[in-house]
């Protein structure tokens, strides 16, 4: 659904212009400081590496049209600026949740890692509030977790005509498989008896990759 169409259900209120003006002015001023912390994350977390984005104006009015129950404006998005950082371990990953919370107000905590989102997506998720008061979004993850959320991104939100088959004529098979290859990064970086990396089917290798 379009913003305008979003607008025309009564899903979404304002105009197009006045959501689109919004928008331009609140995630410029995220990109104009999106290096400013990335520097500070990196000086945080020493021997992550650390990334991120300011969030294009069309996937934000996407995102505001698609949950308009939480968000009317662009200015409500919490995630228009996007850090991660990739910790060697699962134990610095930690540690860097705890640099980053004596660093920044927290207004949101999600330790994915401890409780896997759908059983197998691990990762630590934090909202925080920065010197110049906007929300922004950082995850940080292990190297094995970082390879696991990016290979399955096109599981969950199929990107293709066959990405988007299996997904729906085979979901629980790739449900399975996505919790074997998890758990196994997660045993592995652990010091737990990880066995073998799980075989990926031929299949699934050729529609998502093998993680």
Known sequence: ?????????????????????????????HAANLP??????????????????????????????????NYQTVSDLKDLTG?????????????????????YKVVEDDDAIAQPKEGHYRSYHLTII?????????QVRTPGQHVYAEWSHNVYKPLT??????????GPDLDAFSKRVSDYYYASETGKSAG???????YIGKAFGCP
Request: a positive charge; charged letters at 35%; aromatic letters at 0%.
């Open 1 to 29: 659904m379009s913003l305008a169409a979003g607008i025309a259900a009564g899903k979404v209120k304002g105009s197009v212009e006045a959501i689109e003006r919004d928008g331009e002015e609140i995630i410029a001023k």
């Open 36 to 69: 400013v912390e990335l520097r500070r994350m990196q000086e945080l977390l020493p021997g992550a590496v650390v990334e991120g984005r300011a969030k294009k104006l069309p996937s934000a009015m996407e995102k505001v049209v698609r949950k308009p129950h």
């Open 83 to 103: 850090m991660r950082g990739v910790a060697p371990t699962v134990d610095g990953v930690y540690k860097a949740v705890a640099a980053i919370k004596s660093r």
């Open 130 to 138: 920065g010197d110049d008061k906007m929300p922004k979004e950082i």
């Open 161 to 170: 005509r066959e990405q988007e088959h299996l997904s729906r004529t085979r």
């Open 196 to 202: 073998e990396k799980p075989k990926c089917p031929p």
